[in-house]
Each structure stands twice: as C-alpha cells, then as structure tokens.
C-alpha cells in the first residue's frame, strides 16, 4: 500500500469525543500520519517488527503501522474514552494486523526494557502550562523499550531532542518537516481550523 492509499485509508477516522487540553489531545492529521509511516517503512522500522504507538490517542498511528505488515501492533493510551474510540476505528480501516489496545500511562508504559523494535508517537508538545516537558517523558520512555523511535514535535525542536538523544545512548539519524493540521476544538482556538510547522524524528537508541 503506497502512502497515498495509507492516507485515504485514515481519513474519516473519528477523533475524541472530549478532548481534553491538559493531556493535548490533538488528532494527528492522516496524511501525517501516512507521511510518517512510509518513512518508517522505508527504512525497514516496520514490516515484520514489533510496532508500539506511544499515547495512541485515537489510534491512528497504530492503525496506519498496522497496514504496513508489521509482526504485532500495540496501542498504549492512558484515556479510556479514546482507546474506545481507538478500537472503533480498528473495525473502519480492518487492517492486516490487529492491534493489541493497552491502557497504560505512556509515561510510565509496563513494558520490559527493549521490548518493541519501533516505537511511534505523536507526544504532547508542553505547550500548556504546567505541561512543559511532556515530549521528554515520551522520548524517556521510547529509550527505554525500543531500538528505534519516530515521534512529532514542535518545530525549533531538532537540538532539543539531539541533545536528550545523545544524553540516553541515542542518535538522531533522520529530521523531516512537516505541517500539523489542528481544528477548533478547545475554547483558546479562534479559527477552524490552524496549520502549524512540525518536525520528525527518527532516533537509533543504544
């Protein structure tokens, strides 16, 4: 499946029901999401591997890795609310693998060290006071119980995240920009809909 076929496949995907601001829950845009998975398929991170989408939200990118051959598929969200609506949106796009729901907090992820061999997340940027830093304990995590890693940040992001790379035995080996498509869907957005500038990362963990 190319990554336009992928794209069309997530589009029409329910989001949250409630969102809620303080835990960021923004939907990642379908042909972001396609964008990100070819990359890593590509790179041969995904067909046949063991795949984790850290803070899977509404389940997209575990969706999109799980129409990419891999040999399993996890979805770890601390929202029950969205891991519902995740599992919804399995049974829209059927793909060929099945993904394995886990409720867990992406933080603290119940897993052993090196357990997956990919991870993929689109983690809260720390844009919300009181939420600064929030990708950090993403990216901590991915270190912890994966070889490779693709996540989403903030544009400006790229000597953040290859310096906490190089801190935890890691290498940024690949940086991509991209635009991030955000609706109205707290009381602090004044349009419909806002694009803004992100960044991609493919980090090797040691």
């Not at 969102?19 to 046949?48: C, F, M, R, S």
């Not at 897993?111 to 990708?135: H, I, K, R």
């Not at 890691?170 to 991209?178: D, I, L, S």
């Amino acid at each position: 499946m190319g990554k336009r076929a992928l794209a069309e496949r997530l589009h029409g995907l329910a989001g949250f029901r409630d969102p809620d601001v303080t835990l960021e829950q923004y939907p990642t845009p379908p042909d972001l999401a396609a964008h990100l998975l070819h990359l890593a398929d590509l790179q041969g991170d995904i067909a046949g591997r063991t795949v984790l989408d850290l803070g899977a939200g509404t389940g997209i990118l575990a969706l999109a890795a799980a129409c990419r051959d891999p040999a399993r598929v996890l979805g770890l969200e601390r929202d029950g609310d969205a891991l519902a609506v995740a599992r919804e949106n399995e049974r829209t796009v059927a793909p060929g693998t099945a993904v394995d729901w886990l409720r867990a907090d992406a933080t603290r992820a119940p897993l052993p060290a090196d357990s997956v061999a990919t991870v993929v997340t689109n983690p809260p940027f720390g844009a919300q006071s009181g939420n600064e830093g929030a990708d950090r304990a993403f990216l901590r995590t991915a270190a912890s119980v994966a070889g490779i890693s693709y996540s989403i940040h903030n544009a400006g992001s790229q000597s953040f995240v290859e310096s906490f790379a190089a801190d935890h035995g890691g290498e940024v080996t690949h940086a991509f920009a991209a635009a991030f498509e955000i609706p109205r869907l707290y009381e602090h957005h004044e349009r419909e809909r806002e694009e803004i500038d992100v960044e991609l990362f493919r980090i090797a963990w040691d």
